[in-house]
């Protein structure tokens, strides 16, 4: 008998307080490693993420196979399928040994429900057996095929297909698949780029002797966790880069303000990054979020002050003050807003860890700005609207199994509202910025084109924004493999 890898029981007990709570995968999933993954090897750690994420982002997809191996979908309980979601994640997304995939699956059933390991036993071998044929067709013409070589839903990869055409659309779906880069982001309030780097690169020297300490283990050991982790994250990447974080260029070659790349996602488990995190230095955001935030920055000090609308969790408060900092030498008078109260408290924490000054922080709905701020003009709005997040999904896994493209219109809609009603408060001259962290035409380039042709939006026009050839008037990034997630901006001035 094999025993069971703490990373496959720690990744099964991730997934299934997903399903039950309908809870995100990366919240859970830290707050796990935190409390129970702290004995844990670093290729453990690393493995626990690649299949709680893997099976998360994959549900659906594995679902099918598991249930082409059943007599019927009913003959295991929801807490043996999500056992089984791991094993056959292994088994079709990461070519695992059979004998593995299938010792350890029948293991994690035992640990979970002991009277269901041999039929887990029948299910995987059945799976193994069946594993050529997938994904059942040919994905260069077959949309069913394609969706299912990428674990997505199949109308997503139609929508997809039909917005980005379908190169694209299987480029978007196979990078979604891929491990997200980690983004630092200097509070510039607190610290500079070089002292944050400095730590980080003493944080990254403490993490290369322990490497080389772990390396002098017996080679039976090391053969074993090969064996065991052959296609998770090396342990010791850290130890491969000169520099623990380096600056970030989008591809016009124009740098991210403030906005570093960890070598690995254990930069930022380090000592030094952790005080950091703690003393409001630093935080982590993604770097087309981060050049986003330096975009909605009018060019001149908003003495009017600047409206922030969706401002969530305040990352974005953070980087906005962080930004202004250096670009005025100073804070500006900053009026965050989100419509939920437990957000705007989170706001108000935050801000006070990262030294940020808010002029007034506000619970209310961005779609009633008349109500909340009457005959107040600003010299910048800034909307980070909600959206279907679709640009974000290899850090938010269960978004494309819950969202709809009814979701997906009623979002669009709600883009629109949002820029009506933010319309009348911008001052003459002043600036209006209209983001997301999708990919959808309709949530964002049809939103912006709609109102700019109606009669809120006349007295606009748009500011060149664009990075790249494909897009020169719009801010656009794509999804690509070790690169920033796809998020978009409109940026206009409201004529004089």
């Known amino acids: 008998m ?27 999933l830290d707050t796990r490693l935190a409390n129970k993954g702290l004995h844990m ?9 690649v299949l709680a994420l893997g099976v998360t982002s994959t549900v659906g997809t594995l679902d099918d196979f598991i249930n082409r191996c059943l007599r019927k979908p009913s003959d295991i309980k929801a807490d ?22 299938v010792d350890q699956g029948v293991d994690l059933v035992r640990f979970v429900k002991p009277k269901a390991a041999g039929l887990a036993n029948a299910v995987l071998r059945k799976e193994i057996r069946l594993k050529p044929q997938f994904p059942f067709g040919d994905p260069q013409t077959s949309n069913e095929a394609l969706a299912r070589s990428c674990g997505f839903p199949l109308w997503l990869c139609e929508f997809l297909i039909d917005d ?7 480029e978007f779906m196979r990078a979604s698949n891929t491990q997200a880069p980690v983004y630092v982001g200097v509070n510039s309030i607190r610290a500079t780029s070089q002292q944050v780097i400095r730590k980080l690169d003493d944080d990254m020297a403490h993490s290369r002797a322990s490497a080389q300490h772990q390396s002098a ?17 090396n342990q010791h990447t850290v130890a491969l880069h000169h520099h623990a974080a380096e600056r970030v260029y989008m591809p016009a070659k124009t740098e991210v303000p403030g906005c570093l790349k960890a070598a690995s996602a254990h930069v930022v488990a380090g000592r030094n990054a952790r005080q950091m995190f703690a003393n409001g230095e630093i935080l982590i955001s993604d770097a087309a979020a981060q050049k986003i935030a330096s975009l909605a920055l009018p060019k001149r000090f908003p003495k ?25 030498g100073r804070q500006m008078p900053l009026y965050p807003l989100d419509s939920e109260q437990f957000k705007v408290n989170l706001i108000e924490k935050r801000a006070k860890q990262y030294g940020v000054h808010t002029t007034k922080t506000v619970c209310a709905d961005g779609r009633n700005l008349d109500q909340v701020f009457p005959d107040k003009p600003f010299d910048a709005v ?6 279907s997040g679709l640009g974000t999904l290899r850090r938010h896994p269960e978004i494309r199994w819950r969202i709809t493209q009814k979701d997906i219109a009623q979002l669009a809609v709600l883009g629109a509202q949002l820029l009506v009603s933010a319309s009348t408060h911008v001052a003459p001259g002043g600036q209006l910025t209209y983001a997301t962290c999708t990919i959808s035409h309709a949530e964002n380039e049809m939103v912006v084109e709609k109102f700019l042709a ?24 794509s999804l690509h493999e070790n690169a920033c997630d796809a998020h978009f901006a409109a940026r206009m001035i409201r004529n004089a």
């Open 2 to 28: 094999s025993k069971l890898s703490p990373a496959r029981r720690l990744a099964y007990q991730v997934v299934s307080h997903v399903r039950r709570h309908q809870a995100y995968t990366a919240r859970v």
């Open 41 to 49: 090897s670093a290729s453990d750690r690393a493995f626990t993420r």
């Open 80 to 101: 043996v399928r999500d056992a089984l979601r791991i094993s056959t994640y292994e088994i079709l997304f990461l070519d695992k040994p059979a004998h593995v995939a």
């Open 164 to 170: 980005l055409g379908r190169d694209e659309a299987w």
């Open 217 to 233: 283990a017996s080679s039976r050991q090391r053969a074993a966790a090969a064996n065991q982790h052959a296609t998770s994250p």
């Open 304 to 328: 009017n002050g600047f409206l922030e609308v969706g401002a969530g969790r305040g990352t974005k408060t953070v980087l906005l003050q962080s930004d202004a900092q250096q670009r005025y």
């Open 382 to 387: 800034f909307i980070d609207a909600p959206c």
């Open 454 to 477: 109606s009669d809120f939006g006349k007295d606009f026009r748009l500011i060149r924004s664009g990075i790249s050839d494909n897009s020169p008037v719009f801010f656009k990034t």
